[in-house]
Each structure stands twice: as C-alpha cells, then as structure tokens.
C-alpha cells in the first residue's frame, strides 16, 4: 500500500472516531417602548426605529448560539458565563461573548461543525442581511453558519424577536500511535516532492 493509500485508510478508520454532540439554543427579546441602542441580529445592525430589550446588546441571535454551543460542552448556559448583575455586561457586544466561547470550547478540545438558526420575528427583514450575518458569524465560529427568518404565523401577539438555534460540535481527535507515523511520513514526503519540483520565486 502506498503512503497515501495508507494514510487515507488511516483517516477513515482509527482518524475517524471523534465524538460529536448537537447542541441547541433558544433566547427572545421584548421590543423596548422607546429605541435605546440600535438593532443588532447576528454582529450586524439593521435599520430599525425599534430596539430590543436586554443588558447586553440583545442580540438574539448570538446569544442562541452561544447557548447552543454552551450546553453540549458542559459549560451551562449564557447566563452563568455572563450574568446580567456584573456590570462588565452592561450593554456588552455579543460578538465578542461569542468569540469568548469559542475559545472556551477550542481549548476543550471542541471544533464547530456547523450552526444552524431561525429567528422568528414579524420586522426586520432577515433576508436583507442574510449573506452578511453568515459570514461574519462563520468567521468567528470558523464553520459554515446559516440563518433563516421565519413570519411567527399564529404568533401575532409575539412583542419581539426569538430565535432558535442548533449546532454540531465535534471533538478534535489528537493523532497517536500509527497515525502519527503515517502522518509524518505523509508530511515528509510532500516536503520532499516540493523541493524537487516547485521552485519559489
Ligand atoms: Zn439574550
């Protein structure tokens, strides 16, 4: 078997058995009376004579991933991590809540799949800003990260912004034993094909 026959046996057997978990995650804020900061879904602010209720900036969205990446890795909910008494989350920036818990979970030895989200809101328009949002959130979780709005139908007394949110985690699996060696041998010998045939300008 040639070595990366053999390496790709390697992945697909003893490389292949990390752990995943799903995770879910739900938050909703109340429409405020009067508009106190501005709208934010998803790191991205929407042209809105309406704000949401909250300490922080209110940003469903990220707080329902949050807590979707929060419950599978056993470290509670947004809550815990950022409760509403410490002042040091008065108005605070989700996104960057967001980034604190994904080095959390990296350094648990945890990698995003994916994240998937609804948010079910009579206004604003999702779709206006969907590219937007999903590619700023997937920089940050460094996974594809999709969004969809959703009419809340039936829903009509709904005085504000829900949202739902799923996401898929995966153990990253440290290479051992034969691996290691395939691996190696795998690397050297591309460091050598290189060197024999790609000159640098
Ligand atoms: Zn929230």
């Known amino acids: 078997m040639n070595l990366f026959a053999e390496f790709r046996e390697y992945l697909r057997h003893e490389g292949n058995n990390s752990k995943m978990r799903i995770g879910h995650g739900f938050?909703?804020?109340?429409?405020?009376?009067?508009k106190t900061k501005p709208l934010i879904l998803?790191?991205?602010?929407f042209k809105s004579e309406y704000s949401l209720k909250g300490h922080s900036d209110s940003d469903v969205v990220v707080h329902a991933c949050i807590d979707a990446l929060l419950g599978p890795t056993g470290l509670g909910d947004i809550g815990m991590l950022f409760p509403d008494s410490d002042p040091k989350n008065e108005n605070a920036d989700s996104i960057e809540m967001l980034r604190e818990v994904i080095a959390k979970i990296t350094d648990l030895g945890w990698e995003?799949?994916?994240?998937d989200c609804s948010v079910i809101a009579e206004k604003p328009?999702?779709?206006?800003?969907?590219?937007?949002i999903e590619n700023r959130i997937s920089e940050i979780i460094s996974a594809p990260f999709s969004i969809k709005g959703k009419h809340p139908e039936g829903l009509e007394q709904m005085n504000g912004i829900a949202c739902f949110a799923v996401s898929l985690i995966s153990e990253v699996t440290p290479i051992t034993g034969r691996g290691?060696?395939?691996?190696?041998?795998?690397?050297g010998s591309l460091r050598d094909h290189i060197r024999r045939n790609v000159r640098l300008r």
């Open 180 to 187: 290691r060696s395939v691996f190696r041998n795998v690397i």
């Open 125 to 132: 328009n999702i779709s206006k800003h969907k590219k937007e």
């Open 42 to 45: 998803g790191g991205t602010t």
């Open 27 to 34: 938050d909703s804020h109340g429409w405020e009376v009067k």
């Open 112 to 115: 995003v799949i994916n994240i």
